[in-house]
Each structure stands twice: as structure tokens, then as C-alpha cells.
């Protein structure tokens, strides 16, 4: 019993540590000072310094790459949600012929590798003379969040009783009054798991956005760190500060989001 | 006028037929139930009401107006669900508000019928929880009065008490019956448990398979039951069915000679007779006929005598007083007014 219940403890300590480990790492790196940076031990740095996160600034327009970013996945996500959160709800809850058929294509969309469509994606947004802007970026991630979005909301609209959109019926409600009053709450938590998913995949996404983009008027954090590396220079200090920053609203998100995704809503609805 | 008629309404699935033909009037004001087993159709009726789901064939009314393909909200009707489908994000005051808001009814106007409302059913305490925070007997109430707040032409219960333990159901029961007398609104009520049925009804529909075997106030349906099927299936205990035969005007069980006045017909019968109706005479005559003791079930007001008789078994209601040993033979005799003749092919009475 208790030789089972210590390798239990040492299997998650393991795991735990393969998990945190790289992150770790990155914290200890871009806290020590550039000569430390080279050098093991020491282990940490014996005089923490914020220099590497204060020279990510200096001579390239990161904050600029923060705001893209930022603007980039708000959009994504809310684009994702505005067509998603109706789409999946139709297929989820509405009679609709082939709706099982259409959910499977969406699926296939989600999973279509990136590069295999880059190269007319770009050519389609060359035409249309969105390359270097938001828009190309937020069109190509929406492609992909998109279906996503749909496939897991349609999943979370399922799950909602079915009387109780008929009791909104019932009650006067349209279909479409019935879908924004009553499956919309009670799909709350499943839209904040989507919206985040939606934009965190925009935040991470570097494929699109290194190939659609040229300069900082569009170019995302991601391909701004990859741009970090010089001729003769690995500035690691400087990437492993970035990166970390970069993390930090995606943690952030979650963590005030965790309580609203795992709350069951739907408690109490209906006697079990 | 909120008459409710439906006319040759019938449902069918891809394979399944779950309603057939169906000629049905609720008239106005009355209390009409839809009785029946689980799978009979009386649910898939409720909704063709509502609007929920549309007939394959046939036209609903409510009044006058023929709503066969109105959508839900524009019927005004209101439904108290099996499952309450209260909404699980919004407090009860805005649960029963809903469907005013939706109406678009000044926010005073709701507040007050609100309130009203949710003085009537005792849940004015209430107001501000959310229905999770509820108990059982709680959202069952505040179900009501979502459904009650619109004052509707037509006010529809699918199983409202099923999920309710026993007293609870029995309190509602009554609550149900008061409501309907002080709101005097239109009500079609969907139920397998025929004592909600009897309790509550003006009439009673009885269904099965999806087909209409009867309609009737309680006591017809009770006392006059169109078949074998509707006879066995209200009363508790059920009636008893022991096979028979007509000869020359009399009926012919084991022991027993029934002279009943009007046999048109002679041949097998199968004869029915509630528990009731059995006469239990310990020293009785000894030419009739015996049932030998199978077991003896006091419920307190009276006691249930379970007896083997030719081969069948017949339960028969005696006083509470009544006290006899298992094996021990007991002299029967019906009440002859009281006895029920069915075509034992068919099911139909035939007397």
C-alpha cells in the first residue's frame, strides 16, 4: 500500500518536473546578469537582475509585437466565438440534415497541417493586398480556431437539457431568442474554454505569421523573438525574458477563466 | 374561449407510429388528463400542443384559431416540464419573469405579477436564488408559477409531480387541483400515475400505443371503462379479470351463477370486478363460491384479501378487521351491478 502510494508520488514528482522543468530554466535564465549567462554553476544567478527583461525593449519594437499579438488574437477569438457559438449550436441542437457529416469536415479543416495551405493562403492574401496587416493573420488563424471552436461549443450545447430550450420556447422565445438567452449562459463556461483555446492558438501561432508579415506594423511576438538572434550573437538572456512575458497573459487568462471553466453552470437545472 | 381540439392528429416517426388518428377536445376551463403507460403517446400529444413538435398529419385549435403551424411562442401557451428545465443561470425572479420580458411588459408590471405570483405559490422568500440553491419541492413550485405568471390560454403539465417524493407529491397534488380552480385556465395534464389522474381531472383521456381508448369524466372511466385495457389499468389494486361464460342470460364462473339483466349474446366472457365489489362472507353460503386465503394485506383502513380461485388470483377489499389464515376458504360473492363483461379476444365491454 505505501510502496505503492510512494511510487505513485515519485511518478507525479517526475512529471511535474518534466513539466515545470523548461520553464524553470527560462525563469533562471532571464533573471541572470549576461557574463553568468554562459556559465553552470552557479545554478541561479547570485545577483538576480531585471536587465534582460529591460533589454528586450531596447532597439526593437517589442511592445509593438505585444499589441499585434494582442490585437491579432482578441480578433481571432472574437470572430471565432461570433460564428462559432451559432454554428455549433445549430448543428448541435437544431434538426438539421448531415449535421454529423458537417461537424467531421470541420474537423478535418482543424486538423489540415498549416503548411500544406501557406503557400495559396499567401498568394490569396498578396491578391487581396492584405499582406503585413492584422487582418492577413486574423483571417488565417480563424480558418483554423474556427472549426475548433465549433467542435468543442457544439459539444457543450449538447450537453445542455433539451427542455430547457424548449421551456424558453414555450415561454415566447424565438429560436434565436432561445439560443442568446438561455443556451448562451448555460454554454458560458464551455464558450470561455473555446475562447480561450481560440486565442491562445492565435497568440502562439508563428507559421502564418512569419510567412503573411514583413514588418512591425503586423509582425506578432512569436516571429518578433525569432528575429531576436544577431549575426554573431545568441541573445538567450534577452529570449528566454521575452518568451516568459509572452506566456504571462495566456497564464493569466487562464487562471482567472479556470473557476468559470470548470464551474458547472448547468447545476440544478434539472432534477438529476 | 380556450377550447384546445385536436383533429386527426396523428404523429409518425421514421418507423414508429406514436400517435394515431387522435380526435380530442379540451373544453374551455376544463382540467383534461392524458393518461396512459409510459411510451403511449400522451407526451408527444402535449407537444404537438405546444408547438414543440408538429403532426404529420391533422390540425390543432385553440379557440378558433387554427395553430397547426404556429411556432411555439406564438400560441400562448405555458408547460410545466417533467425535469422543471428551470434556467440554471437566472434567479427565480427572473425565471418566472422571462417570458414577460419577452413580451416586452414594463418593468413594474413585471415586478408586481412577479411578486403576486410568487406569493401564491410561497416562494416569494426566494426571489433572489438561483435554482440550483432549490429544493426539489422548491423548483416544482416556482415551475408553476413561470408557467402561471402569463396568465395563458392554455396551460400544459408534462408529469409535473413524477420527480417528487411521496408527501411532496400528495401536497402538490392538492396545490395543483386549488390553482386550477382560482386561475380557471384551460389545462391539459400528462400523467402516468392514474391517482393524479382521478384526483385531478374533469375528464381523463386514456391512451395506449399511441391510440385513444377512452374518454370520460373519473367516475365513467372508473365505473364504465370502454375496455379490458382502461379497466385494468385505473384502480389500485386492478380490477380482477376471471374468464366466464354466458349461457342464457346468466353468467357462469367456477361456484358462481351471475343472473344479469340484458345478455344479447351467449359464449366465453372474461369478467371483471373491482376489489371493492367482492363480497368476502367467512361463513357464507355454501353453495357458492370459495376462495381459498392467499394472503392477507392490512393498509390500515382496510385490508387487502388476496385469494386463489379456480386456478386465478383475486384480491378482494375487506374491513381492517378482517382476519384469516393463509389456506383458509372463503365464501365470494359479487356485487351484481357492479360486475363489467369484456370480449375476451377484443378487450371491448361488451356489457
Known amino acids: 500500500m505505501t510502496f505503492r502510494r510512494l511510487g505513485w508520488t515519485a511518478a507525479l514528482l517526475a512529471a511535474l518536473g518534466f513539466l515545470l522543468a523548461p520553464p524553470a530554466w527560462q525563469l533562471i535564465t532571464s533573471l541572470k546578469p549576461q557574463e553568468e549567462l554562459g556559465s553552470l554553476p552557479p545554478l541561479l544567478p547570485e545577483q538576480p537582475t531585471l536587465a534582460q527583461y529591460r533589454s528586450v525593449f531596447e532597439g526593437r519594437p517589442f511592445g509593438r509585437y505585444v499589441v499585434n499579438s494582442a490585437i491579432v488574437a482578441t480578433l481571432t477569438m472574437t470572430l471565432a466565438i461570433a460564428f462559432g457559438a451559432p454554428a455549433a449550436y445549430a ?5 438539421l440534415r448531415g449535421s454529423g457529416f458537417l461537424l467531421f469536415g470541420f474537423l478535418v479543416v482543424a486538423m489540415f497541417p498549416p503548411i500544406a495551405i501557406v503557400s495559396p493562403l499567401y498568394l490569396g492574401i498578396r491578391a487581396v493586398g492584405l499582406r503585413d496587416t492584422w487582418w492577413a493573420l486574423v483571417a488565417a488563424d480563424t480558418t483554423f480556431a474556427l472549426p475548433l471552436t465549433i467542435w468543442i461549443l457544439s459539444t457543450f450545447f449538447r450537453e445542455i437539457p433539451r427542455d430547457l430550450i424548449r421551456a424558453a420556447r414555450v415561454d415566447g422565445a424565438t429560436v434565436g431568442q432561445a439560443f442568446f438567452f438561455v443556451a448562451l449562459p448555460a454554454a458560458a463556461p464551455g464558450i470561455a474554454a473555446a475562447a480561450i483555446l481560440a486565442f491562445v492558438f492565435a497568440w502562439n501561432e508563428f507559421l502564418f505569421a512569419l510567412i503573411f508579415t514583413s514588418s512591425p506594423a503586423a509582425q506578432t511576438v512569436p516571429v518578433g523573438i525569432a528575429l531576436f538572434p544577431g549575426l554573431n550573437e545568441m541573445p538567450w538572456g534577452e529570449i528566454a525574458a521575452a518568451s516568459l512575458m509572452a506566456s504571462a497573459p495566456v497564464l493569466l487568462l487562464i487562471l482567472v477563466f479556470q473557476r468559470r471553466i470548470v464551474q458547472g453552470l448547468t447545476a440544478g437545472a434539472v432534477k438529476e | 374561449m380556450a377550447r384546445v381540439s385536436l383533429a386527426g ?8 407510429l406514436a400517435v394515431r388518428r387522435l380526435d380530442l377536445e379540451v373544453r374551455d376551463r376544463e382540467f383534461l388528463t392524458l393518461l396512459g403507460p409510459s411510451g403511449c403517446g400522451k407526451s408527444t400529444v402535449l407537444n404537438i400542443v405546444a408547438g414543440l413538435e408538429t403532426p404529420t398529419t391533422g390540425r390543432v385549435f385553440i379557440g378558433d384559431r387554427d395553430v397547426t403551424e404556429l411556432p411555439p411562442q406564438d400560441r400562448d401557451v405555458s408547460m410545466v416540464f417533467q425535469s422543471y428545465a428551470l434556467y440554471p443561470h437566472k434567479s427565480v425572479f427572473e425565471n418566472i419573469a422571462f417570458s414577460l420580458k419577452l413580451r416586452r411588459v414594463a418593468t413594474e408590471e413585471i415586478d408586481r405579477r412577479v411578486r403576486d405570483v410568487a406569493a401564491r405559490l410561497g416562494v416569494e422568500a426566494l426571489l433572489a436564488r438561483r435554482p440550483g440553491e432549490l429544493s426539489g419541492g422548491q423548483r416544482q413550485r416556482v415551475a408553476l408559477g413561470r408557467a402561471l405568471v402569463r396568465k395563458p390560454t392554455v396551460f400544459l403539465l408534462d408529469e409535473p409531480l413524477s420527480n417528487l417524493d411521496a408527501q411532496l407529491r400528495t401536497d402538490t397534488r392538492a396545490e395543483i387541483k386549488r390553482l386550477h380552480a382560482e386561475f380557471a385556465t384551460t389545462t391539459l395534464y400528462v400523467t402516468h400515475d392514474q391517482v393524479e389522474a382521478m384526483t385531478l381531472s374533469d375528464r381523463i383521456a386514456v391512451m395506449k400505443d399511441g391510440e385513444l381508448q377512452q374518454v370520460g369524466t373519473p367516475e365513467e372511466i372508473y365505473r364504465a371503462p370502454a375496455n379490458r385495457f382502461v379497466a385494468g389499468f385505473v384502480g389500485n389494486p ?5 374468464a366466464g361464460r354466458v349461457e342464457e342470460g346468466s353468467v357462469h364462473l367456477p361456484g358462481m351463477r351471475l343472473r344479469l339483466p340484458e345478455i344479447p349474446f351467449s359464449g366465453d366472457v372474461l ?13 357464507g353460503p355454501k353453495d357458492g363460491a370459495f376462495g381459498e386465503v392467499y394472503a392477507v394485506e392490512l393498509l390500515g383502513a382496510d385490508a387487502l384479501v388476496v385469494l386463489t380461485w379456480a386456478g386465478t388470483r383475486v384480491t378482494a377489499r375487506g374491513p381492517s378487521s378482517f382476519r384469516a389464515a393463509p389456506g383458509e376458504r372463503i365464501g365470494i360473492r359479487f ?15 361488451v356489457s
Open chain 2, 335 to 349: 356485487s351484481r351491478e357492479r360486475v363489467l363483461l369484456f370480449n375476451p379476444t377484443t378487450g371491448g365491454r
Open chain 2, 271 to 283: 369478467v371483471g370486478i373491482r376489489p371493492e365489489d367482492i363480497e368476502l362472507a367467512v361463513d
Open chain 1, 91 to 95: 448543428l448541435a441542437r437544431l434538426p
Open chain 2, 238 to 242: 386492478g380490477m380482477n379479470f376471471v
Open chain 2, 9 to 16: 392528429v396523428e404523429k409518425r416517426y421514421r418507423k414508429s
